[in-house]
């Protein structure tokens, strides 16, 4: 959960400090730091315009530091049937600029009440390179299926029926992708046993 204290939201990888009008975002010097950086740089860019999204002011790529317009509104408890409507809008916009999200948390939407949203935070996103790019076919999918997941949510109702049969199989693929998980550690465990300690 993001608490912020005194305008100020810190972990191990950023610093966001948040002004009236604008927000500032640093980004801490870490494995990956550049990469989530540009991200975001780029996705802001490409979604200049948009309505729901933070306009990007300025930034510094020598100190990796972005300066972005601050949306109004908190994280929302609930989403009512015209924000689900704009969510659908606002992803099929990243869509088109070419920006998909790896996940779709509810708190990085931002409302002041029923008929509002914004969206932030866009580090972890897959950026389209080019038109037939199978790597954003599928990130496309993956987008899709999160947006499904707070619609199944918060208004079920309004899920097509090809919308839930997706994002039924979806959640069958996930589930039996974690039932392999263990063995995925196990696999990985036993083959730095193997290289280093025999």
């Known amino acids: 959960m993001k608490i912020v204290v005194d305008g100020i939201y810190e972990t191990s990888k950023m610093k966001v400090e948040i002004g009236e009008d604008v927000v500032s975002k640093?980004?801490?010097e870490t494995g990956n730091a550049n990469k989530r950086y540009q991200r975001e740089k780029e996705s802001l860019l490409r979604l200049s315009g948009?309505?729901?999204f933070p306009k990007?002011?300025?930034f510094d790529d020598d100190k990796k530091i972005l300066k972005m317009s601050r949306l109004p509104g908190g994280k929302p408890e609930n989403l009512s049937e015209i924000?689900?409507?704009l969510l659908r809008k606002m992803v099929n916009e990243m869509h088109q600029v070419g920006v998909t999200r790896?996940?779709?948390p509810i708190r990085d939407l931002?409302?002041?009440n029923s008929e509002e949203l914004g969206m932030v935070d866009f580090e972890r996103v897959t950026l389209r390179r080019f038109g037939l790019s199978p790597i954003w076919l599928v990130a496309k999918k993956v987008s899709n299926y999160h947006l499904y997941r707070l619609i199944q949510k918060f208004q079920p109702n309004l899920l097509s029926e090809s919308e839930r049969r997706f994002l039924n199989k979806m959640n069958e693929l996930r589930n039996m992708l974690q039932k392999l998980k263990p063995l995925k550690n196990k696999i990985t465990l036993n083959y730095y046993i193997n290289?280093?300690?025999r």
């Open 195 to 197: 290289k280093y300690f």
């Open 26 to 28: 640093f980004f801490k």
């Open 110 to 112: 931002l409302s002041n």
């Open 50 to 52: 948009s309505f729901g």
């Open 56 to 58: 990007l002011i300025s």
């Open 83 to 85: 924000q689900i409507n």
């Open 102 to 104: 790896h996940a779709i």
